[in-house]
């Protein structure tokens, strides 16, 4: 299964159930804009660290450095 399969399913089925609305919305911003464009193509068995260093500097790279704060609260 891919990060991007994962991700979209885990946000339609956990976290509309589970968070605010408000939560659930920034969430579905974090992986629609960063989490799927950067690693949805990975597999959840490999998901490896330099993905997320690769993941990370990509958006630094676009000037997104400041949301990057709230991916890892999504994983």
Known sequence: MSV?????????????????????????GYIR????????MCSCGNLLP????????RCLKKGCHRAWYGIPSVF
Do not use: D
């Not at 991007?4 to 579905?28: C, D, I, Q």
């Not at 330099?50 to 500097?57: D, G, S, V």
């Open 4 to 28: 991007k399969e994962y991700m979209e399913t885990w946000v339609e089925n956990h976290g509309k159930a589970n968070l605010r609305p408000s939560t659930f919305a920034s969430y579905k």
């Open 33 to 40: 804009n960063y989490i799927i464009p950067n690693l949805g």
């Open 50 to 57: 330099l993905c997320w260093t690769i993941c990370f500097r």
